[in-house]
């Protein structure tokens, strides 16, 4: 598609229970981004892929978050044992690789999959 | 200091009127600056990227001031539309996380009729 595209939209879970999160990035780029958005808060940057490089992990708030890429494209993040704090929209981007130097180039958000644990 | 600094407001503003903000951050060897705009329950969107001359798009002007370490944005003949939340993003190559992009917490503006 053209814009970045994430699934579920919603989703409402048990405490406890594992849920997976899908992002498909703009076809192309290279970085893809994770997310999380709490009601009236800002941005909270969770984990960040650059092509075949190792992960940057270092927004993970606990070790029960995970992400990974798939052939470079297709990312999942995936929450163990979901806490009612887990509770907010989680956004995912995508960018063209970046270089020092370069202007103007920024990241796109899909629309997003709220997740409600109950 | 935080790395990315905006009153988060809320401004609210009549119809009509021009309305500007202010983002600071503490980085200097920042290379790249953004607007985003976010609405409710809503993804943030690209409202235009930040360029050292300063830039106009329609009623919107962005401006870069590298001594003082802000960004602005104007918003001229402001509509009901604009209402939403801004949210100034810099971009440098720190070598720290999140690929050396930060965002600032978001200027949240009411446009009242």
């Known amino acids: 598609g053209a814009g970045v595209s994430q699934s579920p939209s919603n989703k409402v879970t048990e405490k406890g229970k594992d849920v997976e999160l899908r992002c498909d990035p703009i076809s192309g780029h290279t970085a893809l981004y994770w997310y999380r958005q709490s009601l009236g808060q800002g941005l909270e940057f969770l984990i960040y892929f650059q092509g075949n490089s190792a992960p940057d992990k270092s927004g993970l708030p606990s070790d029960r978050f995970s992400a990974e890429r798939t052939g470079g494209s297709v990312s999942t993040l995936t929450i163990q044992r979901t806490q009612q704090e887990d509770s907010a929209v989680y956004l995912c981007?995508?960018?063209?690789?970046?270089?020092?130097?370069?202007?103007?180039?920024?990241?796109?958000f899909g629309e997003g999959s709220w997740l409600t644990v109950v | 200091r935080k790395e990315v600094e905006q009153d988060p407001g809320p401004f609210n503003v009549p119809e009509g009127a021009t309305v500007a903000f202010n983002c600071t951050y503490s980085n200097s060897a920042s290379q790249s600056f953004f607007w985003y705009r976010q609405d409710c329950r809503k993804e943030p969107k690209l409202l235009m990227s930040?360029?050292?001359s300063g830039n106009e798009d329609g009623r919107f002007t962005a401006q870069l001031n590298r001594a003082s370490q802000y960004i602005s944005l104007l918003i001229r003949d402001s509509k009901l539309s604009d209402s939403a939340t801004y949210l100034c993003?810099?971009?440098?190559?720190?070598?720290?996380?999140?690929?050396?992009?930060?965002f600032g917490k978001g200027t949240h503006l009411i446009i009242q009729p």
């Open positions: 993003v810099v971009r440098g190559y720190s070598g720290g996380g999140a690929d050396g992009l930060t």
């Open positions: 930040v360029y050292s």
């Open positions: 981007a995508s960018s063209p690789r970046w270089r020092q130097g370069m202007a103007g180039n920024t990241i796109y």
